[in-house]
Nanobody, 126 residues
């Protein structure tokens, strides 16, 4: 059974850093692109960034450029989202999902991805 599990969320102050993990089980991530999305209550799920099977990154939210980076460790079957200089507006539930090989260019929607994890809450508060 294909499954993704996010972890690493938490409560922290503005300016802080956090690393989220997306661990896969039941399949190998090697031939997949992995996207990170986020969603606030009552809002649509928003694509944040994606890493292709080759390791290239596609950003979908300008405000995270220079602050968020995505990386993958195929040996551990895990993708990471490093979030630095966190802001209040980064507060959301963060989800990971997969699609074959390449990331959508420029923009994406949840329909472009599948096998969603359950999400992990990130709260930025003073």
């Amino acid at each position: 059974q294909l499954q993704l599990v996010e972890s690493g969320g938490g409560l922290l102050q503005p300016g802080g850093s956090l690393r989220l993990s997306c661990a896969a089980s039941g399949f190998t991530l090697e031939h997949y692109a992995i996207g990170w999305f986020r969603q606030a209550p009552g809002m649509e799920r928003e694509g944040v960034l994606c890493i292709s099977y080759m390791g290239s990154t596609e950003y979908y939210v300008d405000s995270v450029k220079g602050r968020f980076t995505i990386s993958r460790d195929n040996a551990k079957n895990t993708v990471y989202l490093q979030m630095n200089s966190l802001k209040f507006e980064d507060t959301d539930v963060y989800y990971c999902a997969v699609r074959s090989y390449f990331c959508p260019r420029l923009t994406t929607t949840p329909d472009d991805f599948g096998s969603w994890g359950q999400g992990t809450q990130v709260t930025v508060s003073s």
